[in-house]
């Protein structure tokens, strides 16, 4: 069955470096998404991205964060520097469509902030 | 704007008991609604949803949820609870214009023996 994969499944990094979190997601899909769930809180949705470009996004994606599609399989997130509140676990999902479609979650990759 | 909510963060039943995760959502518009679960270690994976039609869906691991207009609740519900359904519960709802999902606070369910 297929599958959404991230890597790392664990990033441990200091304050202000950057950090890529990975994401494959399932290979027919055309919408891709990153969340992030800080510990204790409700998932939180930061980005969507459709036809190599940005669809929406939160106010958590500030200038510090950024999306890429750099090849036809992989979709990543990058933070520029890292602050302590980045530490959270981030979601990268996909979906065939949008609105009613059901999206794909990978297992997520926990970013710890030092 | 899009809320939902999620009434008890933890629940606990016992095996064989009925599961009953409790849903609300704040929307102008009934938006698609989403019942994820959320193992240990693993990604969220879809347990039914709701978008138009019967408002009692049927989703896997014999879960099943009402959509409640006039209640704006969406819960989710299981008549006999077992070991293995012990895990995160997520309601979500999607906005029937935009692409993006609200996720509720989560609910932890805990099975006892």
């Known amino acids: 069955e297929p599958e959404v994969t991230q890597t790392p499944s664990h990033q441990v990094t200091q304050m202000g470096q950057e950090v890529i979190l990975r994401c494959v997601p399932i290979s027919n899909h055309l919408y891709f998404y990153w969340y992030r769930q800080i510990l204790g809180q409700k998932v939180e949705f930061l980005v969507s991205f459709y036809n190599n470009e940005i669809s929406e996004k939160s106010e958590i994606f500030d200038d510090q964060f950024s999306v890429e599609r750099p090849d036809g399989s992989n979709f990543t997130l990058k933070i520029r520097s890292t602050k302590l509140e980045d530490s959270a676990m981030y979601f990268c999902a996909s979906s065939a469509l949008a609105g009613l479609d059901e999206q794909f979650f990978g297992p997520g990759t926990r970013l710890t902030v030092l | 704007a899009q809320s939902v909510t999620q009434l008890g963060s933890h629940v606990s039943v016992s095996e064989g008991a009925l599961v009953l995760l409790r849903c609300n959502y704040s929307s102008s518009v009934p938006p698609y609604l989403f019942w994820y679960v959320q193992y240990p270690n693993q990604g969220l994976q879809l347990l039914l949803k709701?978008?138009?039609?019967?408002?009692l869906v049927k989703g896997i691991n014999g879960f099943e949820a009402e959509f409640k207009k006039s209640e704006t609740s969406f819960h989710l519900t299981k008549p006999s609870a077992h070991m293995s359904d012990a895990a995160e519960y997520f309601c979500a709802v999607s906005p029937r214009t935009g692409n993006q999902f609200y996720f509720g606070t989560g609910t932890s369910l805990t099975v006892i023996p």
């Open positions: 709701y978008t138009t039609g019967a408002t």
